[in-house]
């Protein structure tokens, strides 16, 4: 499962890029309201940063619209893949920009019927929301069987849609990602900080450091 960074934050890409092991970035409205920069800023700089699909999200509602929106975006470099919402409308464009041999990512994907329209129409990813739809449910494992659900369908009838594991939370999130087959897992600063995290790593380095000395 590759791992993306799901962030806009411009200090956040630099730091998680030099650990070496980010493949993507994902971006969204909510995410770059947060970085404080414009969404063409920020794509002119993550894209300096990190080899590998930047998603950068269209704010168009219709498809035409969004199809010439994404042109704009996917001109300025070779890595940006659309984002684009799971809307009639978006179905409409996936489709047009698929034959355009334009990457896209359908975003806010909260059910297996959700992805198969997207699918059909040629998405190069999809992403469902694990946390959203954990906190609708009030559950923990809902956004572990849509994922599950999706890669089965895609295996069953042959999609080559990529699944982007998104709206992580939590390691958690992470794990379930993981057990469910995701090709890839969009995730949080926070949470990617706390993946390399547990107590028994810090209290073993503390021994074998305390070793080293004597
Ligand atoms: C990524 O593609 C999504 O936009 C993001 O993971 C959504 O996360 P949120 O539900 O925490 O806003």
Do not use: C
Not at 12 to 35: C, F, Y
Not at 84 to 102: D, F, N, R, S
Request: hydrophobic share 45%; glycine share 4%; no cysteine.
């Amino acid at each position: 499962m590759k791992i993306f960074a799901d962030t806009a934050i411009i200090s956040e890409i630099e730091e998680v890029s030099s650990w070496g092991i980010i493949s993507g970035v994902t971006t969204n409205p909510s995410l770059i309201a947060k970085s404080g920069i414009s969404l063409e800023d920020a794509i002119r700089k993550i894209v300096n940063l990190v080899d590998g699909p930047i998603s950068a999200e269209v704010a168009e509602a219709d498809a035409e619209s969004m199809v010439e929106e994404a042109k704009l975006y996917s001109r300025m470099h070779k890595n940006i893949v659309i984002k684009i919402p799971m809307t009639i409308e978006g179905v409409k464009a996936v489709k047009l920009l698929t034959a355009l041999k334009i990457k896209t990512n359908v975003t806010l994907v909260f059910t297996a019927s959700q992805a198969l329209m997207a699918a059909t129409a040629g998405a190069t990813y999809v992403s469902p929301f694990m946390g959203r739809l954990d906190d609708l449910l009030q559950t923990n494992d809902a956004g572990y069987i849509l994922l599950k659900e999706i890669k089965d369908m895609f295996k069953t009838y042959n999609f080559k849609t990529q699944i982007i594991a998104a709206s992580i939370r939590n390691l958690e999130h992470v794990n379930q990602s993981l057990k469910a087959g995701a090709d890839i897992a969009t995730i949080p600063y926070k949470v990617l900080k706390e993946m390399v995290k547990h107590e028994l790593t810090d209290k073993g380095l503390e021994i074998f450091r305390e070793a080293a000395k004597k």
